[in-house]
C-alpha cells in the first residue's frame, strides 16, 4: 500500500527545524530566505564564505578567514544591495553546492572579529546564503545556551521579561548586535557589561506616550537597553522618538536622514553625517 504523501505545510516545517551544530541541509537563496531578500539586523549563515568581498576592496583579512572557519555567519548592514559583481571581483565565486543559483546579487554584511570593535564591512552573494534568522527567531535561543552562561550575562538573562514588556505594546521584536549574534551562534562573544540592542518592528505609527511608556520601563532592567524603532522607511531610536524632538534622525539604508515623522518621512533631508 503506497504511503500518503506528508502535507506540505508539516513537510515544509520539518525541512526547516533547527539543526543545533551545523547548516540545514535545505541550502540556497530560496530555502534560506523564503523568496524574500535579507533586512537589517538578519544573521546569515554562509556555505561558502570565501565568496565574501570586503567592501574595501583585496582579500579577506585573516582574521576574518579564521573567524569564518569556525563560525560562517554574517550580520546583514543597512545599505543597499549590489546586482552585478563588485568593481574589484570580475568573476564572482560560485557556491558549488548550489550551482543553480546567481551570485551576482550581493548583500551588505557585517563579519564580526574576536577583538573589541573588531568588524568588516563586505559583500556577501545572495547564492552563498545556506541560513537565515531574523532577530524576532533569537528570542527564546537563549534556552539552547548553557544555564551559567545565561545567568553570567544579564542581557542575556533579562530577555523573558523583555518579551513580557514588548508584548503589552504588540510588537514584534528581537536582539541584535553582540547578544543576537551570540543567540545566533552560540560563540560566547557577551559578557556582564555587555549591553542589550533590540529592533522593534513598527509598520504602523506608534503613539509618543506609548513609546515613553516601553522606554522608561525598558530603563528598569538591570542593562543597557538601546532599542530602535524600525518602521517601513528606516529606523529611528526609541529614545530619540519618545524625547518628542522636533525633528528626528531616520536611518536609512542610503545613510541617516532628519525627518519630522518616521513613518511618513516627506522630503527626506541628509542627516548630519551625510553633509
Request: charge should be positive.
Amino acid at each position: 500500500m503506497p504511503v500518503a504523501a506528508e502535507p506540505e505545510p508539516t513537510a515544509r516545517r520539518r525541512a526547516h527545524e533547527e539543526h543545533v551544530g551545523g547548516p540545514r541541509r535545505l541550502v540556497g537563496p530560496l530555502a534560506a530566505l523564503d523568496g524574500r531578500l535579507p533586512g537589517t539586523h538578519d544573521l546569515l549563515l554562509m556555505q561558502c564564505p570565501s565568496s565574501l568581498r570586503p567592501l574595501g576592496g583585496g582579500e579577506l583579512p585573516d582574521w576574518a578567514r579564521l573567524v569564518l572557519r569556525a563560525h560562517p555567519w554574517v550580520t546583514v548592514g543597512r545599505a543597499p544591495a549590489r546586482v552585478g559583481a563588485p568593481v574589484d571581483t570580475p568573476h564572482p565565486v560560485r557556491c558549488t553546492r548550489d550551482v543553480s543559483a546567481a551570485p551576482e546579487h550581493w548583500l551588505p554584511v557585517t563579519v564580526r572579529g574576536p577583538e573589541r570593535g573588531q568588524r568588516l564591512d563586505a559583500l556577501a552573494p545572495k547564492a552563498a546564503v545556506a541560513r537565515t534568522l531574523r532577530p524576532e527567531q533569537l528570542i527564546g535561543r537563549h534556552a539552547l545556551l548553557p544555564a551559567a552562561r545565561v545567568a553570567a550575562v544579564p542581557a542575556l538573562a533579562v530577555l523573558p521579561v523583555v518579551d513580557e514588556l514588548v508584548a503589552d505594546h504588540r510588537l514584534a521584536w528581537g536582539p541584535i548586535g553582540a547578544i543576537g549574534y551570540e543567540l545566533a551562534t552560540g560563540e560566547p562573544v557577551t559578557g556582564p557589561l555587555s549591553p542589550l540592542r533590540l529592533v522593534l518592528r513598527a509598520p504602523q505609527p506608534v503613539s509618543r506616550r506609548d513609546a515613553l511608556h516601553l522606554r522608561r520601563a525598558l530603563s528598569k532592567l538591570p542593562v543597557p537597553v538601546q532599542a530602535e524603532l524600525e518602521t517601513r522607511h528606516g529606523a529611528v531610536l526609541l529614545a530619540e522618538y519618545a524625547a518628542g524632538p522636533l525633528t528626528l534622525t531616520l536611518l536609512t539604508p542610503d545613510g541617516p536622514r532628519e525627518v519630522h515623522d518616521p513613518w511618513f518621512p516627506q522630503g527626506l533631508r541628509p542627516g548630519p553625517f551625510n553633509r
